[in-house]
């Protein structure tokens, strides 16, 4: 047996405004919407706080080098004149 709750919530209003332009596109109802959102939500492990921990590490390449010192004025226009 499927029971259903009756419930208030907060919700910002310009996603509120999101919501009803979705569920009107899909033709399904904002409740049907927001039941799928928080199953999908629930449905994942727990991503934290959003701290930078959570965060993935960021990507690491080789650049091939500095070709010039920018700190050397003359190298770097000669370089950017193409000579």
């Known amino acids: 047996m499927v029971s259903h709750m009756k419930t208030t919530l907060n919700i910002d209003e310009t ?3 999101r919501l009803r332009i979705e569920a009107a596109r899909r033709g399904t ?3 049907a919407l927001v039941e799928a ?3 999908r939500v629930l449905a994942t492990p727990d991503s934290g706080d959003g701290s930078a921990e959570d965060l993935p590490p ?3 390449w080789n650049s091939g080098g500095a070709r010039v010192d920018i700190a050397n004025r ?5 370089l950017m004149d193409g000579y």
């Open 37 to 39: 959102g928080l199953r």
């Open 74 to 78: 003359d190298e770097l226009y000669r």
């Open 15 to 17: 996603l509120m405004k």
């Open 29 to 31: 109802t904002m409740t």
């Open 58 to 60: 960021l990507p690491v």
